[in-house]
C-alpha cells in the first residue's frame, strides 16, 4: 500500500467548496481485502485511535465509522479516516473525507480536507497519508501504531506553516465580512478582496501603513522628540553612541534609567531601572550600538492598540514569570508553564514560551535566587524585565478602563508618527485616569509600535478578548464593503472562449478596465499580457488580484477544475454555453453526464443574488437547475436560445423572467411580455450574416452577463457591432483568402462544434465547395474521435488528415490512420488523404481546392496555422452572401 500522486485542489471544487487535497493510494496485497477480513484489526485500529469512533461517515452520526470498520470496508477508506484523526491530533482541523476508485483495482483517489489557508504546496497532506498507511499497516501486522514521533514532527510542522494569531484574525475578519483573502505562500502576507478594491496586510501592518512612519518608529530617539515636540508626555532622555555619553545622560538623569537600542524590537536588549554606573555600561554594551537612555518611569505597563486613529482595545503587560509553590524548583515551574498548550515558540500561538536564558539567570540573581532554587509558596519570581508577550509575558486587558482623554492622546501619537495601525506603550499608575501632563512619575509615553502584534487582545490572559482583527478589515474597508469586483465566469464544451471574449468587450464598453481570462492568455483593458492556457485558477488569481482591474471575465476551463479547483470563491454571473461530448477518457471523465457535473460547479459558485446564465437549448442544462447546490431558487435565472418558441424560455418569460433569444433575425431581450432588439443578427461580426448561428448563441450568452452586471442596452449594441473577429477573436471563425480560395479557421475539436462550423461553411459556399484540414487531439477516447471523423465524412467530401504536434500518448499517424478510416466507413467515396504536418496538410488541402471553393481548416495551435497562411499570402475579408438561406427566427 503506497502513495502514487498528490495533488492538491487549492479552492472549491467538485468535491468541497473548500480546498481539498487528492491522494492516489495503490492498495497492492489489500487490493481484495477488507478491515473485517482480519481477525481483531477493527479493535486494534479503535484502540490505536480512539478518536476513530466519533467519526461520522455516510451515516452522519457519531460511530457511523466504527459500524463500517466491523462490517468491512476496504483500505483505501480506513487509511483516509485514519489521515483525518491524525491531522486532528496535531491540531489540523478537517473534517471532509471521501475515498473513490481510481479506475483500476486496487486504486482509489483519498479526497481529504485541507485548511483553507494552508500553503498549496506544504509537504503536510502527503506526510500525514504516509504516516497514516505505516500505522494501518503495523496494526495490520499485530505490532502497536508507532505514530507518536510522527505526530510530533507533524505538528511541529503545522505550526510552523499556520498564519500566527494576528494574521488569522484578519483572515477570520475577512471572511465573516464575505471579503476573498488569499494568504501569499506561507508568509503572513494577505490579499484581501480583489481588483482595483483588492488591499494587502501583513500583520499588523496594511497597504496604508506609512513607509515613513515604519522608519520613524525603527528609531526611538527620533520618535520621543517628535512627541516630544508635539506635547506628548514621553521620558526626559536622550541619544548615546559612546559610553561616556550614556553615563553623561545618566549623571544628568539622576536617579534609575532604561536604557534600550535606539532600532531595537520586541524588548531585547532592553534594561530597566538601572541606578548605578556600572549597570549603565553593561547594557550599553549589551545593545551593540547606538542606544537611549531616558528616565525609568514607575507605573503598570500599557500596551494600547490604535486603528485608524482610534483605540480598538488595551491591555496590561504583565512580564514573565513563575509563581512559587514550595516544592518545584524555578526550572521545574517554568517546565509546567511552557506545558500549557496556549504557549508555543515565537509568535505561532497567543503565548510564547519563557526561556531559561542569560537575561533569566542575571534577572534571578538580582532576586537572590537560581534555577534550581524552590521559591516559597506564593512568591513571584520574575524572569524578564520587559513586558513583551515575545519574551513569555501575558496580558489583562483594561480596554473598557482606558480614559477618554487618554485614547484621544494615544490617537494623536499614531498620527503624529504616521501610522494607521499602531502599538502605544505607557507607564502610568492606572489607565483609568487622564493622561499626565509631562513624561514624570504621572507617567509617560514611552514607546511607539509599527506592526504591533495582536496576541494579547486577542487572547488575554485575563479579561475580555477583542476583536482587533476585525478592526483592521473595517479600517481596511470602511462602510461594509465586501472588497469584490464584478465577477463572469464563464464555461461550457463549445463557445465558452468566444463567449468570454464578447462578454469582456461588452463591458469595457462601459468604460470599465476589464481582466479577461482564455485559453490563449491573459487580457487587461484588451490587451495580452501573458500568452498561455489562461483557463484555470492561477490565470483566475492573477486577474482577481490585479490592483488596476475594474471587472473580470474568467474563462474557466474542465481541466483547470479537476486538477486545480476554482481560482476564486463565488462569482456574480456564472454561464454556462453548452455541454456535449468532449474530453471523454480523461481524467475520469467516462460520459456527458461527468462533464456536467464538472462544468455545474460553475453553476454552484454564483453567489446568492448573482444571475446564473444557461442554454435552454441545452437538454442537459435545463435539467442542470434542480440539482441541490445550485439552490437556483436564491439566484437569478436567465435563458438563451436560439429559438424565442423554445417552451423553456417561454414559460421562463410568462412567469416575469429574462432570456434572451434570437427572434424574426433580432438577437432579442426578452424581459417578461416585453421584447428588445439588440442587433439584427446578419449585422453581427463573425456570425457571417447570420449563417453562424453558434456565433450568435455565444453573442445572447454575453449579451445576457453584461446586461446582469447592468450594462446599458445602447452600449451591448455598440460594442457587439464593434466586435472583430480578426482582431478580437482570433482563430474563431477567422476567414481569409488566399489566391482565389477561401481559408475559414476554427478551432473546433468535437464532433458538436464540427458540426457547427461545418454547417456554417456549407451555408456560406454550399458543400460542394468545401474543403477541410483537420487534425483531432489524441488525448481523446477512441470513440470520440471516431464520433469526430465520421461528423467530417459526412459534410466534407475533400479532406487532409494532419497529426497535432504533441501526440499525447499517440504513436506517429495513429490519429490521422483512425480518423480516415472512420471517415471512409461514414462516407464510402471521401477523398482523405494524411499530411505529417499542419503545413503540408494545409499546402495538400490547397492544392485539392478549386477557385471559389473554402478550405476549413482545424488546429490545436493557431499561431503556427496563422505564419503558414500569411507565407501563402492570406488577407482577411470579409463574408460572403450565404450560398443557402439562413433561418429567420
Known amino acids: 500500500m503506497k502513495v502514487l500522486d498528490v495533488r492538491r485542489l487549492r479552492g472549491p471544487n467538485v468535491y468541497l467548496d473548500r480546498p481539498v487535497q487528492v491522494v492516489r493510494v495503490a492498495l497492492g496485497d489489500l487490493t481484495e481485502r477488507e478491515s473485517n477480513d482480519f481477525v481483531g484489526f477493527p479493535d486494534r485500529i479503535l484502540d490505536a485511535f480512539p478518536g476513530l469512533a466519533e467519526h461520522h461517515c455516510a451515516a452522519g452520526e457519531p460511530g457511523g465509522f466504527v459500524t463500517r470498520l466491523h462490517g468491512g470496508t476496504y483500505f483505501g477508506h480506513v487509511v483516509e479516516h485514519v489521515a483525518i484523526e491524525m491531522s486532528h491530533l496535531i491540531g489540523r482541523p478537517v473534517s471532509f473525507g471521501r475515498t473513490v476508485s481510481g479506475g483500476a483495482a486496487g486504486l482509489y483517489d483519498l479526497v481529504i480536507e485541507c485548511p483553507q489557508d494552508e500553503r498549496a504546496d506544504s509537504p503536510l497532506p502527503g506526510a500525514l497519508l504516509e504516516a497514516a498507511i505505516l500505522a494501518v499497516r503495523q496494526v495490520l501486522a499485530g505490532r502497536p501504531a508507532e505514530h507518536e514521533r510522527a505526530l510530533t514532527a507533524l505538528r511541529d510542522q503545522f505550526e510552523e506553516e499556520a498564519p500566527g494569531p494576528s494574521t488569522a484574525s484578519i483572515i477570520d475578519a475577512a471572511r465573516r465580512r464575505g471579503i476573498p483573502v488569499e494568504r501569499v505562500n506561507a508568509l503572513s502576507l494577505l490579499q484581501l478582496g480583489q481588483g482595483c478594491r483588492r488591499r494587502l496586510a501583513w500583520a499588523a501592518m496594511s497597504d496604508q501603513t506609512s513607509a515613513i512612519g515604519l522608519e520613524i518608529c525603527g528609531d526611538k530617539e527620533l520618535t520621543r522628540q517628535l512627541l516630544h515636540r508635539a506635547g506628548i508626555p514621553v521620558p526626559a532622555g536622550g541619544p548615546a553612541r559612546t559610553l561616556p555619553q550614556a553615563l553623561d545622560l545618566f549623571a544628568d538623569l539622576g536617579g534609575p534609567v532604561a536604557v534600550k537600542p535606539v532600532n531595537g524590537r520586541q524588548g531585547r536588549h532592553v534594561h530597566l531601572a538601572l541606578d548605578t554606573a556600572e549597570a549603565v555600561a553593561a547594557a550599553f554594551f549589551a545593545a551593540e550600538g547606538d542606544v537611549v537612555v531616558e528616565q525609568y518611569i514607575e507605573g503598570r505597563d500599557y500596551r494600547v492598540l ?77 524572569l524578564r524585565d520587559t513586558p513583551n508577550l515575545s519574551t513569555g509575558g501575558t496580558s489583562i486587558d483594561v480596554t473598557d478602563r482606558v480614559h477618554p482623554e487618554l485614547a484621544q492622546l494615544c490617537g494623536r501619537a499614531a498620527a503624529i508618527v504616521g501610522l494607521d495601525i499602531a502599538g502605544i506603550d505607557l507607564r502610568l499608575p492606572d489607565i483609568a485616569a487622564p493622561p499626565p501632563l509631562d513624561g514624570g512619575a504621572d507617567g509617560a509615553l514611552i514607546e511607539v509600535n509599527a506592526a504591533p502584534g495582536l496576541r494579547m487582545h486577542l487572547a488575554p490572559s485575563v479579561g475580555t478578548p477583542r476583536y482587533v482583527g476585525g478592526a483592521i478589515v473595517d479600517a481596511l474597508f470602511p462602510g461594509g464593503g465586501d472588497g469584490r469586483i464584478p465577477t463572469v465566469a464563464v464555461t461550457g464544451t463549445n463557445g465558452k472562449t468566444t463567449t468570454a471574449r464578447i462578454t469582456a468587450h461588452l463591458l469595457a464598453g462601459s468604460g470599465l478596465r476589464v481582466g479577461l481570462t482564455s485559453t490563449d492568455g491573459i487580457y487587461l483593458d484588451g490587451r495580452l499580457v501573458q500568452r498561455a492556457d489562461a483557463t484555470g485558477p492561477r490565470s483566475a488569481q492573477a486577474v482577481l488580484g490585479d490592483p488596476t482591474v475594474q471587472a473580470a471575465v474568467l474563462e474557466t476551463a474542465r481541466g483547470g477544475i479537476l486538477r486545480q479547483g476554482l481560482g476564486y470563491d463565488w462569482t456574480d454571473v456564472g454561464v454556462i454555453t453548452n455541454v456535449t461530448a468532449d474530453h471523454l477518457g480523461q481524467d475520469g471523465l467516462d460520459t456527458v453526464e461527468d462533464v456536467l457535473h464538472v462544468k455545474a460547479l460553475i453553476a454552484e459558485r ?76 446578419a449585422e453581427l461580426p463573425g456570425a457571417f450574416n447570420g449563417a453562424a448561428r453558434h456565433m450568435i448563441a455565444n453573442a445572447l450568452a454575453a449579451s445576457a452577463a453584461a446586461r446582469e452586471l447592468g450594462t446599458p442596452r445602447q452600449v451591448v449594441e455598440a460594442q457587439l457591432r464593434s466586435f472583430s473577429p480578426y482582431d478580437r477573436n482570433p482563430g474563431r471563425g477567422t476567414l481569409l483568402r488566399v489566391d482565389d480560395v477561401h481559408v475559414f479557421v476554427d478551432y473546433a475539436h468535437n464532433p458538436a462544434a464540427i458540426e457547427a462550423v461545418a454547417r456554417t461553411v456549407q451555408t456560406l459556399w454550399g458543400a460542394d465547395r468545401c474543403v477541410a484540414a483537420v487534425t483531432l487531439p489524441g488525448d481523446r477516447s477512441d470513440q470520440l474521435l471516431a464520433d469526430s471523423a ?48 499542419v503545413a503540408e496538410a494545409i499546402t495538400k488541402a490547397t492544392a485539392m481546392s478549386g477557385p471559389g471553393d473554402v478550405l476549413l481548416v482545424l488546429y490545436e495551435k493557431l499561431d503556427p496555422v496563422l505564419s503558414i497562411l500569411r507565407s501563402m499570402g492570406a488577407r482577411p475579408v470579409d463574408a460572403p452572401t450565404p450560398a443557402a438561406p439562413v433561418a429567420q427566427r
Open 790 to 837: 465520421r461528423v467530417i465524412g459526412r459534410m466534407f467530401a475533400r479532406v487532409v488528415v494532419y497529426p497535432d504536434a504533441d501526440l499525447r500518448g499517440r504513436s506517429a499517424g495513429e490519429v490521422p490512420e483512425l480518423m480516415c478510416r472512420e471517415m471512409r466507413r461514414e462516407n464510402p467515396g471521401v477523398r482523405c488523404e494524411q499530411a505529417p504536418d
Open 306 to 382: 490604535v486603528v485608524a486613529g482610534r483605540v480598538v482595545a488595551a491591555a496590561e503587560r504583565i512580564p514573565g514569570h513563575v509563581v512559587g509553590d514550595g516544592t518545584n524548583s524555578v526550572e521545574e515551574l517554568v517546565e509546567r508553564l511552557n506545558a500549557d498548550p496556549r504557549r508555543g515558540n515565537g509568535h505561532e500561538k497567543v503565548l510564547t514560551r519563557l526561556r531559561m536564558d542569560g537575561n533569566a539567570t542575571a534577572l534571578l540573581r538580582r532576586q537572590g535566587l537560581a534555577a534550581d532554587a524552590v521559591p516559597a509558596a506564593g512568591r513571584t519570581v520574575w
Open 606 to 681: 454564483v453567489r446568492d443574488g448573482g444571475t446564473l446564465v444557461l442554454n435552454a437549448d441545452d437538454p442537459y442544462l435545463r435539467e442542470l437547475i434542480a440539482r441541490p447546490r445550485v439552490r437556483a431558487e436564491r439566484k437569478r435565472l436567465v435563458w438563451f436560445s436560439l429559438d424565442p418558441d423554445n417552451p423553456v424560455v417561454r414559460q421562463h418569460c410568462a412567469d416575469g423572467g429574462t432570456a434572451y433569444a434570437l427572434a424574426g433575425g433580432q438577437l432579442v431581450e426578452m424581459a417578461g411580455q416585453g421584447r428588445t432588439p439588440l442587433l439584427p443578427a
